[in-house]
């Protein structure tokens, strides 16, 4: 299965936008890229997700490079409530699907 | 209200007996899945299913069992042969794999 790559951790000030990155170079044709967010002691909450264009949501927008290899969620104003783990995924698409979560970028956002 | 719900929310066993841990969803998902989660860790799936009466092992099936008897209920029994069980577990569902998936909000299961 296509794996992703993300940073341990990220810092942000609050109200400024965040760019959290993501490389998947194995990714293939028919992957789909997800975003989830976890809070602690809960269950993830999805964010956004794509296949090939851009995608914009009132919670972010998906940024995917031409290529598929990489992608970057952005927050455009982040508050407090941000902080959380983001998980990068890949899911294939029909009846394949599943969703792998790796272990994440760890945001943390100051006031 | 739709949703996914996973119950108990904390669960403690002996060690050497099984447990059973439910999640139903009322979102007419076709897809269910079950994750473990250690501390500091991301998620791996245990389980998944795509449909009703079929499931498929994903990375860390061991020591794990599911059923598919209904479109609304995915339960996950730990067996003893599970080495390390205490984790936490999370159950989702979504329409398909390529849909958003809703998740529960855990069952936290301690074996002592």
């Known amino acids: 299965d296509a794996k992703t790559t993300q940073p341990n951790s990220m810092e942000s000030n609050e109200e400024e ?14 992957d789909y890229i997800h975003w989830y967010r976890q809070l602690p002691s809960q269950g993830p909450e999805y964010v956004i997700h794509g296949l090939t ?3 914009n949501n009132r919670m972010a927008s ?15 104003r982040a508050t407090l409530r941000d902080a959380a783990v983001y998980y990068c995924i890949l899911s294939k698409g ?18 | 209200d739709g949703g996914i719900t996973q119950s108990p929310k904390y669960l403690f066993r002996k060690e050497g007996q099984n447990v059973t841990l439910s999640c139903e969803q009322n979102l ?7 994750y473990r989660q250690d501390p500091g860790q991301g998620l791996r799936l245990i389980y998944y299913s795509q449909i009703v009466n079929d499931f498929q092992k994903g990375d860390i099936a061991e020591g794990y069992s599911v059923s598919r008897e209904k479109k609304e209920s995915f339960p996950l029994t730990v067996t003893s042969a599970q080495k ?4 936490f577990y999370l159950c989702a569902s979504s329409r398909s794999g390529t849909e958003k998936a809703f998740f529960g909000q855990g069952t936290r299961l301690t074996v002592v």
């Not at chain 1, 760019?19 to 028919?30: A, E, F, K």
């Open chain 1, 17 to 30: 936008p965040v760019h959290l990155p993501c490389n998947h170079s194995t990714i293939s044709g028919t």
């Open chain 2, 28 to 34: 007419n998902h076709d897809a269910m899945y079950w």
């Open chain 1, 53 to 55: 264009s851009n995608v």
């Open chain 1, 94 to 111: 029909g009846s394949q699907g599943n969703l792998i979560f790796g272990k994440g970028t760890k945001l943390s956002v100051k006031p």
């Open chain 2, 84 to 87: 390390n069980p205490t984790a």
């Open chain 1, 62 to 76: 998906l940024a995917i490079a031409e290529d598929r290899k990489s992608s970057t969620l952005i927050l455009h």
